[in-house]
């Protein structure tokens, strides 16, 4: 099974980025789709982008499509999130996760069995 750790949030103004990295120790990065999650004060966890294992394929919500980007690096086990263009509402936080599954991915919580332990990113002028 795969332990994830996240790093990068913090404290950013309005319209400004931030990167978030997702480091993965164990095994199973090679049939692992990673996902990003996150959930803010009294609200559900939502789901907010995910990626195959090979890279070739990404999905996004609607709500960050356009402003946020998901790659992974498979030689160095590390998965990223790109936040452009951050909005007070994207306010919350984040979570890596990891689905065992060879092809495509999906941005449901129970499709992923492996957590990391959160990275708060907060987005206030």
């Known amino acids: 099974q795969l332990q994830l750790v996240e790093s990068g949030g913090g404290l950013v103004q309005p319209g400004g980025s931030l990167r978030l990295s997702c480091a993965a120790s164990g095994f199973g990065w090679d049939t692992n789709a990673i996902g990003w999650f996150r959930q803010a004060p009294g609200k559900e966890r939502e789901g907010v982008s995910c990626i195959t294992v090979s890279g070739d394929y990404t999905k996004y919500a609607d709500s960050v499509k356009g402003r946020f980007t998901i790659s992974r690096d498979n030689t160095q086990y590390m998965a990223n999130l790109q936040m452009n263009s951050l909005r007070p509402e994207d306010t919350a936080v984040y979570y890596c996760?990891?689905?065992?599954?060879?092809?495509?991915?999906?941005?449901?919580?129970?499709?992923?069995?492996?957590w990391g332990q959160g990275t708060q990113v907060t987005v206030s002028s």
């Open positions: 996760a990891a689905a065992q599954r060879y092809f495509g991915c999906v941005i449901n919580s129970t499709d992923f069995g492996s």
